[in-house]
């Protein structure tokens, strides 16, 4: 019913920074809360951000300062800007969406910070 494409993921530096954007399709109307969650090797699945359809955000400890998450509703977009990031950022990310009372994911794309 909803489709998530995530993109911009990639290799970056120590310190460097990176957007990730992703799109909803299908049945967007009525999607809820977004979110970034990541999954690094040998660790569970864990929140990173997420925000509601009113703007509210909410960050993980770690990331919270360096990471910055936003959306457009009408566009269903929700994109996360992070900034000074480290090696233990490396994981894979996903994008989630919230439908009435249904999640919905992406694929996932990788992000790996090292020099």
């Known amino acids: 019913q909803v489709q998530l494409v995530e993109s911009g993921g990639g290799l970056v530096q120590p310190g460097g920074s990176l957007r990730l954007s992703c799109a909803a399709s299908?049945?967007?109307?009525?999607?809820?809360?977004m979110g970034w969650y990541r999954q690094a090797p040998g660790k569970q699945r864990e929140l990173v951000a997420s925000?509601?359809?009113?703007?509210?955000?909410n960050y993980a400890d770690s990331v919270k300062g360096r990471f910055t998450i936003s959306r457009d509703n009408a566009k269903n977009t929700v994109n996360m800007q992070m900034t000074s990031l480290k090696p233990e950022d490396t994981a894979v990310y996903y994008c989630?969406?919230?439908?009435?009372?249904?999640?919905?994911w992406g694929q996932g794309t990788q992000v790996t910070v090292s020099s």
């Open positions: 299908g049945s967007t109307f009525i999607i809820g809360a």
């Open positions: 925000i509601s359809r009113g703007g509210s955000t």
């Open positions: 989630n969406a919230r439908r009435l009372q249904q999640d919905f």
